[in-house]
């Protein structure tokens, strides 16, 4: 019983993510090594390519709440393509391939929005949404690393495209070095086909 509570009550990481097609997702990942091991940056191997939409903390136990919210809001969304066009930073921390299509990731954030109540924690762990956004190489650098490894990327050329047809939500408990993910929100558009069938 006691471990039960415990389990209900305990706090997890949740992220929202875009995850690009099978080839895609190895090309990037083959980027990410690269830069591993070229910059002495093991975190930029293992974090899997993923371009982020929010991130949140919330107790376990709010898990079938908020996927039910997000099933509502997610499935009146439409499938959108996502433009990546070579390298761009957050000057002396972060290297990411720029996204040159933006405007229906920042519509898409805007939808999961409506679910904010539902992931806050407390007034110190509120929900965060990306304004901006990318797809991250490497997060985290020693100066060093930023200043040596832009030098380089900031040259590079990468382009890449995929169509996003759903959103993942990833859990990670505490002391997991890893996510794992939770469920899959599929993009239906089903709020169009409503609107239509009132037209006619």
């Not at 070579?86 to 972060?94: A, E, K, L, V, Y």
């Not at 490894?149 to 495209?161: D, N, V």
């Not at 993009?187 to 069938?197: L, R, S, V, W, Y």
């Amino acid at each position: 019983m006691e471990n039960e509570l415990l389990l209900r009550y305990s706090v997890c990481e949740y992220l929202l993510v875009l995850h690009p097609h099978e080839e895609l997702f190895n090309k990037v990942g083959q980027v990410k090594k690269e830069f591993a091991d070229k910059y002495d940056c093991p975190s930029a191997y293992w974090s899997k390519p993923h371009i982020t939409l929010a991130r949140f903390k919330q107790y376990e136990m709010m898990q079938q709440r908020i996927i039910s919210k997000l099933n509502g809001i997610t499935k009146q969304l439409s499938p959108f393509k996502v433009e990546l066009k070579n390298f761009g930073s957050f000057p002396t921390h972060t290297i990411y391939i720029n996204i040159t299509s933006k405007v229906p990731i920042v519509s898409a954030v805007k939808a999961i929005r409506q679910s904010q109540n539902l992931m806050k924690l407390d007034k110190d762990n509120k929900p965060h949404f990306i304004t901006e956004p990318h797809l991250t190489i490497a997060r985290k650098l020693q100066p060093w690393q930023f200043e040596k490894a832009w030098l380089e990327y900031e040259q590079k050329p990468f382009s890449g495209r995929f169509m996003a047809n759903d959103i993942l939500l990833l859990k990670r408990k505490d002391g997991d070095k890893g996510y794992t993910t939770l469920h899959k929100f599929e993009f239906k558009n089903e709020h169009a086909a409503i609107t239509q069938g009132i037209l006619f």
